[in-house]
């Protein structure tokens, strides 16, 4: 060992190098294969550890990096870390998806941008460019999440457009079809005229909308001097109207039903029928019934017979489109919609069709790709039959199989699950997973596992394809099965790793893609597809707006780990989110809302630093526990409550108990158990910071200088709750933790802290409670010195009666001489002014204040401030005792008051008390 600590700190650098650690450790944990995973090495293939599974909810394979994609992995690495050092066949499957939409729209704007468009390329020339695009920028995402440390298994990488998982999305529409679970539906669905597609019911979003509701006066066809009023918001679909309707029960309009009605401005008669899906007491109690461009009126009209014409393009465009010849007046033909709106409501206010305009607010439908307003429209659609395939889905949450974490969004899962309609999947796009269904010149039509070269009904040659794609949610509801092999139901992947463990994603894909998930697992495989869905918070900005490129208040995750360091945003991210709770960051501000990464990221270098230069590079001796000093059995009992804290706060990991079957179950209690990653990081943190280093590293630090078996007992220690404290940390913060964790004299070569054993819980830990009566007492010391203004470097005496309790202390005065600067007498205080600290124990600490603080003018400053104090408080007593004040005052402010009244109380007494001790 080198004689003095300085002659190894050239080696130790002062700070740490965050930037070359990253690139340097990621390297060598990738070269060592840290991260992949093997079957045979799972008990259910006969090998000897447990798996654990999760699965990346996989990011558009176009896109890049934001604070949202940072949160999500982070929390899943830190889980995957977590379980792989506990021993664990820790398994992360990294992987991107196609991105149907939003894909087609990057390349159709590129595309654009050079003066044409998908219909002057082609669809096979498109598609082809679209692979090229994919293949050059497609892997850019999974290359940033390695620069903020995911430890995923890089070589199991999936893309739900690579042949395998294409396969799997073949094969899972066959099945369906087979069992007659997906068919062909003519019906309103959600239409897209920028992207030119149908949407699904939750991919055409809500946004709240202050629009305008149009009162419209019928005339009728026997009478135009009587009519009907109805009201709209949409007054440009009056062209394809077809009936207006009235409850059967209406006793307004019971002589109405079967008469004929004028549609404004085209005089086209229609008839008033009675249907009970008109609510009598909305509005004037008659709806318009539109049954081309409303979902409910498209009900209405199949109960009836009614026509349907379509007079809204798939563009978004007025016309005579299907069915409608003779409604559309040429002057609004070849308009927007929004613009025949306008033109339309003039016309009908200058023809006195238009009773009133009201405003009105709403939620409209927009597409949640591009925000385009969706316009209903009647098309063929092929869909998913959903209630036969969310009842094990449904119960599967219910009876506890999967939980929910927070619980509240078991409810909401409920309840979407409980009214569920069939699924939308086909899509007039060009990019995705093309419908596997062709039809002969006979016109028979089949599903196919395989290319089809003859009708498999009649035998015929000429075959045409389906051209619709599917939903890119049809391909992802299979994640958690066509990463690991299926349909191949042999696959050892799939035996090894299926059912996965945590699912990690955000509540806004809670009926898009997770209950979707649920529902193929037990469709295809029997299984729920894992155990625990973990729905986090968002990132928002401090005006509690969520962050987007269009609000320009984003904070690029890779500027952080550029300025700060990859622990840094782990560390922020990780400590700021509570369960479910959203987490807040300044986008004009990254000093401020990441600094208390950085910082502890600083402090745990240096704490390293100072650390290892103090014990050296010696070897360890073998420790005996009967030469444990107090501080030393404090500490271990410390590291073994941080243990307990931190397992607590992340487990459990999977199910405590199973069923008779061996399926897992959560009871009701164990719901809400672990994946409090904030408390856990918290536990990490107190016990490395404010126990080991500001506790057990100043106490030891004579010792430390010192030669001898004491030396060796606080070394010995002291690397081993180092040592400890880094793998508690180490999931959230591995860059700065594996790189101190490399340099303790115990670290055997070639190994790793990400592969290192997790820290257990000790069965038996020595008993160093005493501990805590001494670290009371300086902080007690400490406490009065500067609340009487005791100079920091003069010296203080404090007196403690003699008794079983004051001996601790007696035994550690030396040690309270140091960080209190306090000498420590055992016995009765010398008459006079003092100032007194009554610790948990009971025990009491006198200071005597005589010759360090002007006594006279204390006193006096003291009943100076008692005397202002005093008044304030009468006064406001007054105010809390007059009932006029109290009956109309606020409840906020009146309890405001009172809280001030205990607090100024409190304040007095103590003042009080502290000019009795200086009598």
């Not at 100072?610 to 420790?623: C, I, Y």
């Amino acid at each position: 060992m080198p004689e003095t600590p300085d002659e190894t700190a050239a080696e130790f650098p002062t700070h740490f190098d965050f930037a070359s650690a990253e690139a340097g450790l990621t390297k060598a944990w990738d070269d060592a294969g840290l991260f992949r995973a093997v079957a045979e090495r799972t008990k259910r293939l006969g090998g000897a550890r447990d798996p654990f599974t999760i699965l990346i909810p996989p990011p558009n394979v176009t896109a890049i990096l934001h604070v949202g994609h940072g949160l999500n992995n982070t929390v899943q690495d830190v889980l995957i870390r977590w379980r792989r050092m506990a021993g664990d066949e820790a398994l992360w499957l990294p992987g991107t998806d196609h991105a149907g939409i939003a894909t087609q729209n990057v390349v159709e704007k590129l595309v654009a941008k050079e003066g044409q468009t998908r219909f002057d390329l082609g669809r096979e020339a498109f598609v082809k460019r679209t692979e090229a695009f994919v293949e050059e920028t497609g892997g850019i995402i999974l290359q940033q999440l390695k620069a903020i440390g995911a430890s995923a298994d890089w070589s199991r990488t999936a893309y739900t457009f690579s042949p395998a998982l294409s396969q799997a999305v073949r094969e899972a529409f066959v099945r369906l079809y087979e069992k007659q679970l997906v068919y062909r539906g003519h019906r309103v669905i959600h239409w897209c005229p920028r992207c030119l597609t149908s949407l699904s019911d939750e991919e055409a979003e809500f946004h709240d909308s202050e629009g305008a509701l149009h009162h419209l006066r019928y005339a009728f066809a026997d009478d135009p001097t009587q009519g009907i009023t109805i009201a709209t918001t949409r007054p440009e679909t009056i062209l394809a109207d077809v009936a207006i309707a009235v409850h059967p029960d209406d006793a307004r309009y019971a002589g109405f039903v079967g008469r004929e009605v004028l549609i404004p401005l085209t005089g086209i008669r229609i008839p008033v029928i009675a249907d009970s899906y008109v609510e009598q007491d909305f509005g004037s109690g008659a709806l318009k019934i539109t049954p081309a461009h409303d979902a409910n009126d498209f009900e209405v009209g199949k109960r009836h017979a009614l026509a349907m014409p379509v007079v809204i393009s798939p563009e978004g465009m007025i016309g005579e489109v299907q069915d409608a010849t003779g409604r559309v007046p040429a002057e609004y033909r070849g308009l927007d919609r929004f613009d025949a709106r306008k033109r339309i409501v003039k016309a009908l206010e200058a023809s006195g069709a238009l009773v009133k305009v009201e405003r009105h607010a709403n939620s409209i439908r927009k597409c949640y790709r591009c925000e385009t307003v969706v316009e209903p429209r009647l098309s063929d659609q092929w869909f998913v039959r959903m209630a036969p395939l969310a009842a094990p889905a449904l119960a599967a949450v219910k009876d506890g199989t999967i939980r929910l974490l927070p619980e509240k969004w078991e409810k909401v899962y409920i309840n979407w699950l409980e009214g569920i309609r069939d699924w939308n999947i086909s899509r007039q796009l060009w990019w995705g997973h093309r419908v596997p269904v062709w039809t002969c010149a006979k016109g028979h039509s089949d599903a196919y596992r395989v290319d089809p070269t003859a009708c498999s009904a009649c035998g015929d040659t000429t075959l045409e394809q389906d051209p619709d794609v599917f939903d890119t949610w049809f391909s992802s509801w299979l994640w958690p099965i066509s990463t690991m092999g299926w349909p191949n139901e042999q696959a050892k992947d799939l035996k090894a790793f299926f059912p996965s463990d945590v699912l990690v994603t955000a509540p806004e894909i809670l009926f898009f893609w997770v209950a979707r998930m649920i529902m193929s697992g037990y469709e295809f495989l029997g299984k729920a597809p894992f155990h625990t869905v973990y729905l986090h918070g968002t990132v928002r900005d401090m005006q509690h707006r969520k962050m987007s490129k269009s609000l320009g208040n984003g904070i690029d995750p890779l500027d952080v780990v550029q300025r700060y360091g990859a622990d840094a945003l782990r560390w922020t991210l990780i400590q700021g989110m509570g369960l479910g709770v959203d987490v807040m960051l300044d986008p004009n501000d990254l000093e401020k809302s990441f600094a208390p990464g950085r910082n502890f990221a600083t402090k745990l270098w240096n704490i390293g630093r100072f650390l290892l230069l103090q014990v050296g590079d010696e070897p360890l001796a073998e420790l005996d526990p009967a030469s444990l000093r107090l501080e030393d059995r404090w500490i271990l009992g410390r590291l073994h409550a941080a243990v307990a804290e931190c397992d607590a706060a992340l487990g459990p990991e999977r199910p405590p108990r199973a069923r008779a079957d061996g399926t897992p179950h959560w009871s009701e209690s164990q719901r809400q158990m672990g994946m409090r990653l904030d408390a856990y990081a918290e536990a990490a943190r107190r016990f490395v910071w404010n126990e080991l280093a500001d506790w057990y590293l100043e106490a030891v630090k004579p010792r430390l200088a010192q030669r001898g078996a004491d030396r060796e007992v606080a070394r010995r220690v002291l690397v081993h709750v180092f040592d400890q404290g880094l793998r508690l940390l180490h999931p959230i913060m591995p860059f700065v933790t594996e790189s101190l964790w490399q340099r303790l004299p115990s670290h055997e070569p070639n190994t790793f802290l990400a592969t290192a054993a997790w820290p257990r819980a000790a069965q038996a830990v020595p008993d160093g409670s005493a501990f805590d009566l001494v670290r009371e007492a300086i902080d007690a010391i400490r406490g009065l010195r500067a609340e009487y203004g005791v100079q920091p470097g003069q010296p203080i005496t404090a007196y403690a009666a003699l008794s079983d309790r004051s001996r601790v202390l007696g035994e550690s005065s030396a040690l309270i001489q140091r960080l209190a600067r306090c000498e420590l007498t055992l016995g009765a205080a010398p008459a006079g002014a003092a100032a007194h600290a009554v610790l948990a124990s009971g025990l009491e600490l006198t200071l005597p204040l005589a010759g360090m603080v002007d006594v006279a003018k204390e006193r006096a400053r003291l009943g100076s401030e008692l005397d202002n104090l005093t008044k304030q408080l009468e006064a406001l007593r007054g105010r809390l005792g007059n009932e006029k004040f109290t009956a109309k005052a606020p409840p906020a402010v009146v309890e405001a008051e009172r809280a001030k009244e205990r607090e100024w109380a409190a304040r007095a007494a103590q003042l009080q008390q502290k000019m009795a001790e200086l009598a």
